[in-house]
């Protein structure tokens, strides 16, 4: 394990607030999911292009929206799609609406493959594959499970296994742990006002609400309100949670932690000091775990990095894809940019 590597790499100034990406749907096994499209943006100083792609897997509750911001500032390098996993955002339930780990593991490797395979300078290349929580956990077993789609990887606050409920989980939530009650849980969920669930998803993901842009709160209550009119919508969050938990308790080859020790490929841990849903103290062992990982702790930011501190999440995972042999962009090299993390 050692400190991420924040590249100094220009930006594009993110001003105002960047508007949803362009959606298409993709047939996957079982049904269908919506992808939001970046486009490749290039360089910003017009130095050597680089053309590369790469896939974001949101958490539990999310959307593809949650990476429009980043998306965007590594549209420097990256051609990006974001999904909208089975059940969540625009995308229909899966079949039978069974919202386990392992199905959404099988939509991510449909979603690499199928981006892998596109026309194009980067076809047929491995994908720099993005997930934050329940996307991070998704991430971390199609990596493990398919190594030969996986250029690099990141993981923003995964949702690793622990054996204790943080806090900041809602009492309906808590309902899953019991046998038998998923569908009282939903009924709980469904009687929350959409401005009401953005109030109490702003105060557990972010480490400082403050800093939520106005315009960010009313876009994700506008989600929030669209979703509440889908009649799955409910029974995706409280059974996606309930096979997160399930997933747990998996051993062997299926358990999260020594898939972690069998990554091979370059990989990001990040995560907020701030983080009130996943314990910030997993961050070094879970970088610890997988074999000469890079970690970039984020002082004073909570459960959601990409959207609370979108540049050094972009500069993070820039500096993992340039450190490579071979492929730092021009200019400054990564190793002139060696600074601390924890900001």
């Known amino acids: ?14 001003e105002g607030l960047v508007p949803p990406w ?22 910003v100083d017009g130095g050597d292009a680089v053309r590369e ?28 799609w974001a999904v909208d996993l089975p059940g969540f955002g625009r995308s229909v339930p899966p079949p039978r609406s069974r919202y386990s780990v392992r199905g959404h593991v099988r939509t991510v490797v ?21 997930g934050n929580s329940l996307g991070g956990l998704v991430s971390l077993l199609v990596a493990a499970r398919r190594p030969d789609l996986v250029a690099t990887l990141t993981l923003v606050s995964p949702a ?11 009492r309906a939530l808590l309902l899953l742990l019991l046998p038998g009650v998923p569908a009282l849980a939903e009924r709980r969920l469904a009687g929350v006002r959409p401005e009401d669930n953005v109030r109490a998803m702003v105060r557990m993901c972010f480490g400082d609400p403050s800093n939520v842009p106005p315009e960010r709160i009313e876009q994700a209550a506008q989600e929030m309100r669209e979703r509440a009119g889908q009649p ?7 059974r996606s949670m309930r096979g997160l938990i399930t ?15 069998s990554l091979r490929m370059p990989t990001l841990v990040v995560w907020g000091s701030r983080d009130r849903l996943v314990d910030p103290a997993l961050a070094p062992r879970l970088a610890a775990a997988v074999p000469d990982a890079r970690l970039l702790v984020l002082d004073g930011v909570g459960h959601v990095a990409m959207l609370e501190a979108a540049e050094p999440t972009a500069r993070a995972i820039l500096g993992l894809v340039e450190e ?8 400054p090299t990564v190793a002139d940019a060696r600074r601390s993390v924890r900001r």
């Open 247 to 261: 997933s747990y308790l998996r051993v062997g080859r299926a358990n999260a932690w020594r898939a972690a020790r």
């Open 53 to 80: 792609r790469a896939v974001y897997v949101h958490g539990l509750g999310g959307a593809s929206t949650n990476w429009t911001d980043l998306a965007a500032l590594l549209a420097v390098r990256f051609e990006g």
């Open 232 to 238: 799955w919508a409910d029974r995706a969050l409280a």
């Open 160 to 170: 690793m296994p622990v054996y204790r409920v943080p806090p900041a989980f809602s």
């Open 110 to 130: 449909d979603v690499l493959e199928h981006v892998m395979a596109l026309p194009g300078e980067a076809t047929g290349r491995p994908v720099h594959l993005v």
């Open 22 to 43: 362009p959606e298409q749907e993709l047939p996957v096994r079982g049904g269908a999911v919506v992808l939001r499209h970046t486009p490749w943006t290039g360089p």
């Open 1 to 14: 394990m050692s400190d991420a590597l924040l590249s100094p790499t220009p930006l594009p100034p993110l």
């Open 324 to 331: 490579r042999p071979g492929m730092s962009a021009s200019g």
